[in-house]
Nanobody, 115 residues
Framework: QVQLVESGGGLVQPGGSLRLSCAAF????????MGWYRQAPGKQRELVAQITTRSSTNYSDSVKGRFTISRDNAKNTVHLQMDSLKPEDTAVYYC?????????WGQGTQVTVSS
């Protein structure tokens, strides 16, 4: 059974940092491109960052320079380091694993940026 389990969300003040983690179970992690998406209330889910099997990365313009995605194939884990957080980063963050026609999602973790 495939599971993506996110952790690390929470409440942080503007300008603060959080580190999200996603542990993958039931997949051959190293062959999957991994991504982080987010969905704010009343908005569509959007891509935040992606990392390929070769560790090439891609970021949305809104987080470029503030967020860093990384992966650890030995631990079947992908991370999202989020620095200089802004109130507009508030959303539920979802982990995604994709290869060919296989597409898996985690349950999401809430990130709230507020003073």
């Amino acid at each position: 059974q495939v599971q993506l389990v996110e952790s690390g969300g929470g409440l942080v003040q503007p300008g603060g940092s959080l580190r999200l983690s996603c542990a993958a179970f039931g997949i051959i992690f190293r062959i999957y491109d991994m991504g982080w998406y987010r969905q704010a209330p009343g908005k569509q889910r959007e891509l935040v960052a992606q990392i390929t099997t070769r560790s090439s990365t891609n970021y949305s313009d809104s987080v470029k320079g503030r967020f860093t995605i990384s992966r650890d194939n030995a631990k079947n884990t992908v991370h999202l380091q989020m620095d200089s957080l802004k109130p507009e980063d508030t959303a539920v963050y979802y982990c995604n694993a994709m290869v060919s026609t296989n597409d898996f999602w985690g349950q999401g973790t809430q990130v709230t940026v507020s003073s």
